[in-house]
């Protein structure tokens, strides 16, 4: 029966075939979670004392209202409107409204280029509406809900509208630049599209945090005094090239709290989000909510986080991660070169014989052909971070901070709201990081073999 079926038959139904079981796999593992958030009713026994029973029971119905959203997501987006618009050649029809589009503007439709700078804007403009109504739903009313929406809606509109317009004037020149390349490259064209990508990424890498984190959020130099003394002793003793100091008002955006450090050459800044540091009048903002006071950590515990933090550099965590990154931008471009002139990949989307834009080639194979090769990568990956969370924990462990660290990550999870109870499947599947029960378990263990 098969083989009555056009080659460009077999393409799309395998690729509808294959999201909907991804899909059935995420939606499964998300309602094995929702069985927990639903049946689990005291703190557990390693939290009692630290958990009050009355946060447990928020942070159940946080975690609870998530995991319905993220299951009405799944069922609306990933699967009904996915499918819809692959079956009906809706990718096809971006690409032909871009052409007409491009020649209404006078621009010359026969640049490969031109037009498909016009259907990525197009698209992303698409994409972008397509996705507001849930980002609306999720900040407004889901973490609004739960105390967690620090946005107003115009300060909603305007981080949307810079970031719409930032993604436009970073993907236009890149996507060009790959359609060019492929254009001209030869047959090895994959190995100067993998070099122009490689320093891309580093660029990117490091130009973000100075130039480009800014313009979405405020920093501000840690201040003077025993926390940033003690901070650069530590940065000191282990030769971290610690250049500055900043606190993040994530506040703004949401109160999720963290700390991270950036830079791949030479002097590296820390980041400490506001939320980490505890609500003493640090920040300017004088009018925290009753919320917000007594939440984040004392020193002792800040310092502990960025053991764990630099724990991450000493191991070279985040070189391993950039090597990764190239070797898989390496042999995606390679499948890429190898697929691209493959016809029915186009017809499968819905294109006509003779029309096989670059950039459609590129986004089919990396998108839909590769699928099943980028959810067995995106799980090793993950199997891979928890690996190196256990590490940075282990290497904090050994700086003598096992006890703060313990005590910095209760805290966090329950500023944050977190449920310590999950799911081994859903956990196994979806988190790159181990759970808090799981670090608290290990950090016990290496304090007991320590002594
Ligand atoms: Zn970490």
């Not at 991804?22 to 499964?28: F, H, Q, T, V």
């Not at 995991?67 to 799944?74: D, M, P, S, T, Y």
């Not at 006071?293 to 630099?310: F, P, R, Y």
Request: glycine share 6%; hydrophobic share 45%; with cysteine.
């Amino acid at each position: 029966m098969l083989d009555d079926l056009p080659a460009s038959q077999i393409t799309l139904y395998s690729i509808l075939i294959f999201l909907f079981l991804e899909n059935l796999i995420n939606l499964y593992l998300t309602r094995r979670q929702i069985y927990v958030y639903q049946t689990s009713k005291d703190v557990p026994l390693e939290l009692q004392g630290v958990m009050g029973k009355d946060t447990f029971e928020k942070a159940r119905l946080y975690g609870l209202d998530k995991a319905n959203f993220e299951v009405f997501k799944l069922l609306v987006c990933d699967i009904a409107i996915s499918s819809i618009e692959l079956y009906s050649g809706f990718i096809a029809m971006v690409w032909a409204r871009a052409t007409v589009l491009t020649a209404k503007l006078g621009m010359n439709i026969d640049s490969e280029i031109q037009v498909s700078i016009m259907f990525l804007v197009l698209i992303n403009i698409i994409g972008t509406f397509k996705d507001m109504p849930f980002k609306i739903y999720s900040t407004f009313v889901l973490e609004d809900k739960h105390g967690f929406n620090k946005q107003t809606p115009g300060f909603f509109v305007k981080d949307q509208i810079k970031s719409f317009l930032l993604g436009q004037i970073l993907s236009v020149p890149i996507v060009s630049a790959i359609v060019y390349i492929v254009q001209i490259g030869g047959d090895y064209f994959f190995i100067w599209l993998w070099a122009f990508m490689g320093v891309v990424s580093l660029v990117l890498i490091t130009v973000y945090p100075v130039y480009i984190a800014p313009l979405f959020d405020k920093f501000r130099p840690l201040e003077e005094g025993k926390l940033k003394t003690s901070i650069e002793n530590l940065a000191a003793s282990l030769k971290f090239p610690l250049g500055k100091l900043f606190v993040v008002e994530g506040s703004k955006r949401s109160a999720h709290s963290n700390a991270y450090f950036t830079g791949l050459f030479g002097a590296k800044r820390i980041v400490l989000f506001d939320t980490l540091l505890i609500n003493k009048g640090l920040s300017d903002d004088t009018d925290l909510t009753d919320d917000e006071k007594g939440k984040g950590c004392e020193d002792q515990e800040v310092l502990a986080v960025l053991a764990h933090e630099l724990g991450h550099w000493k191991l070279g965590h985040i070189r391993k991660n950039i090597i990764i990154m190239q070797v898989q931008m390496f042999l995606l471009f390679i499948a890429f070169s190898q697929l691209f002139k493959y016809s029915p990949l186009y017809q499968a989307v819905g294109f006509p014989e003779n029309v096989q834009p670059i950039l459609i080639g590129f986004l089919v194979i990396a998108m839909y052909i590769l699928a099943p090769y980028n959810t067995l990568i995106s799980f090793g990956m993950t199997v891979l971070s928890r690996r190196f969370e256990y590490q940075a924990d282990e290497f904090a462990n050994g700086l003598g901070y096992s006890e703060d660290l313990g005590k910095a990550l209760v805290k966090l999870n329950i500023d944050n709201l977190g449920f310590p109870v999950y799911d081994w499947m859903y956990s196994t599947w979806n988190h790159s990081h181990p759970t808090l029960l799981q670090r608290l378990e290990r950090l016990k263990t290496l304090q007991r073999k320590d002594r």
